[in-house]
C-alpha cells in the first residue's frame, strides 16, 4: 500500500537502559497481545531478499541483543501475549546461548498465555537438536521453516543453501518434539515451469506440514534479482503461468485437507497463523528491533532498517523510530477493509462497524459496484468477501480501496 508516513526527528535524551528517551517513542498503550521481534543476521543475502538484516556480521548479534533489551526495557508495564513472532533475517541463526539470552529479555516484559502461539522463522539446516531445545525453552511451539523450493536447480538459482535433506531431517526433527510445521514456498521463480511448481509443491506436500504459505516471487528494486531483471539477465514469468501456478496450489492444497483462509496461507484445521491474523484483523501489536514496524492506539512507528544506524541510536539513548504516522478514523477504516479483505472468509460489517465507526458500504461507496459488476466481490447481506477472481487481484483491490473516496467515487 502505498500510504505515506511523515519521519519525526531523533531524540537524544535519556540513559543506556530503564527509561524511555522520549515520550514521543514511548507507545500509546492499548493493550496488544502480539509481539514481533526482528531478528537481523543471517549467513547470506539472497538475491532476491530485500528484508532488513545484515550478512557475516555475527560479531554484532550480542550488541544487537544489548540494544533489544534496552528498547523492550522502554515499555513501563508488563504484558500478556495472545502471540510472538520472531521474524528476521533467520532468528535460527541465533547460537543456543543467544536464544537463552533472548528468552531472558523477553521474559522481562512479557509472559504468555496458557494457549500462546509462539513462531519462530528458522533455515532448515540450522535446526540441530540443541538449537530447537533452545527454541523451546524460550517458549516457540511453532516453526516456520524458510524451505522455498525442494528443487535442487531452483534452489540454486534462489541461491539458498539448503537442500532437500535438509528439510526432511528439520521436519522430522521438529515434529518429534513436538513443534508445529510450517513451510514457505516460492513460485514462479526465473525458468520454473509449470510442472516443476507442480513437483514441488506436492514434495512439500509430501512432508505434512500443518501450514504452508506460497509467494509469488517478486523482484523488489535494489535487490540483486531486480539489476539482473532489468539488465536482461533473468526473466519474469508471464502473468498467465504464475495464475495457473497458484491456481494449482489452491486446488492441490484443498484436496489434501489444508483450507486457505488468507490469500497466500493455507491450514489443517485449527493450525492457521494467528499471529498474522491479528494483523489482518487490525488488532494492535508491539514490535522491536531494525526495521520493525508496530500499531499501537492507531500509531503506526517503523524502527531504522539499517541495523547499525538502529544500534547507534538505541546505544546511545535516542528513538530509533524512523516513520510515524498516526491514521486517523476514516483512511484507519480503509486500511482495515483493505487488509481484512485478505481473509479468505472477508469482513463481518456488523464487526467492522463497531471497531471502525463506518460501515463498509460507506467506505467501498461507489466502488463497491465496480468491484461486484467485475466479479471481484461478493456481499451476502453480512460478509465483504473477494471472489475467486478477486483473489488473484487482491494488492490491486487493496490499493483501490485505500486510494477511494466518495469525491472520486463517479470515476
Not at 49 to 73: H, K, M, P, Q, S
Not at 240 to 258: F, H, K, N, P, T
Not at 377 to 392: A, F, I, P, W
Request: charged letters at 25%; aromatic letters at 8%; hydrophobic letters at 35%.
Amino acid at each position: 500500500m502505498d500510504l505515506k508516513r511523515r519521519h519525526i526527528s531523533d531524540v537524544a535524551s535519556g540513559s543506556d537502559k530503564g527509561t524511555p528517551p522520549s515520550s514521543t517513542f514511548r507507545p500509546q498503550l492499548s493493550h496488544p497481545q502480539s509481539v514481533y521481534i526482528h531478528i537481523p543476521f543471517c549467513r547470506h543475502r539472497c538475491g532476491y531478499c530485500n528484508f532488513t538484516l545484515v550478512a557475516g556480521r555475527d560479531y554484532l548479534i550480542d550488541r544487537f541483543l544489548d540494544a533489544l533489551e534496552i528498547e523492550i526495557n522502554w515499555l513501563e508495564r508488563n504484558y500478556s501475549l495472545e502471540t510472538m513472532f520472531l521474524g528476521g533475517g533467520t532468528p535460527s541463526h541465533l547460537s543456543p546461548k543467544q536464544l537463552d539470552r533472548l528468552s531472558k529479555i523477553i521474559s522481562h516484559r512479557f509472559t504468555y498465555l496458557s494457549d500462546a502461539e509462539i513462531t519462530a522463522e528458522c533455515n532448515p539446516n540450522d535446526l540441530d537438536r540443541d538449537r530447537l531445545n533452545a527454541l523451546r525453552d524460550l517458549g516457540v511451539n511453532r516453526i516456520s521453516l524458510g524451505v522455498q523450493s525442494l528443487n535442487p536447480e531452483k534452489l540454486k538459482r534462489l541461491e539458498r543453501d539448503h537442500c532437500e535433506n535438509d528439510v526432511r531431517l528439520a521436519i522430522t526433527e521438529t515434529k518429534n518434539l513436538g513443534f508445529d510445521v510450517s513451510i514457505d514456498l516460492i513460485f514462479a521463480a526465473p525458468q520454473e515451469t509449470l510442472d516443476q511448481w507442480q513437483t514441488d509443491l506436492n514434495q512439500a506436500v509430501s512432508y505434512e506440514p500443518d501450514h504452508l504459505s506460497t509467494y509469488e516471487l517478486t523482484y523488489e528494486k535494489g535487490t540483486q534479482f531486480w539489476n539482473r531483471l532489468n539488465h536482461g539477465a533473468i526473466s519474469e514469468a508471464s502473468e498467465d503461468l504464475r495464475a495457473e501456478m497458484y491456481s494449482y496450489a489452491i486446488e492441490r492444497l484443498r484436496q489434501v485437507g489444508m483450507q486457505q483462509y488468507e490469500v497466500s496461507s493455507f491450514a489443517r484445521i485449527d493450525k492457521a497463523c494467528r499471529h498474522n491474523l491479528a494483523y489482518w484483523q487490525g488488532d494492535p501489536f508491539f514490535a522491536f528491533g531494525p526495521g520493525a514496524a508496530r500499531f499501537v492506539d492507531g500509531v503506526r512507528e517503523t524502527n531504522h532498517r539499517s541495523t547499525m544506524r538502529y544500534l547507534n541510536l538505541v546505544h546511545s539513548g535516542k528513538c530509533p523510530v524512523a516513520e510515524r504516522e498516526h491514521l486517523s478514523p476514516e483512511p484507519a477504516a480503509r486500511e482495515r477493509l483493505a487488509v481484512g479483505l485478505r481473509m479468505i472468509d472477508g469482513v463481518d460489517e456488523t464487526q467492522f462497524y463497531e471497531r471502525t465507526g463506518y460501515s463498509i458500504e460507506e467506505i467501498l461507496c461507489g466502488l463497491e459496484q465496480k468491484l461486484v459488476d467485475n466479479n471481484l466481490l461478493r456481499h451476502d447481506g453480512k460478509n465483504y468477501q473477494l471472489t475467486e477472481r478477486g483473489v488473484m487481484l487482491c494488492d490491486w483491490i487493496a490499493a483501490e480501496i485505500v486510494n477511494h473516496s466518495s469525491a472520486n467515487s463517479a470515476d
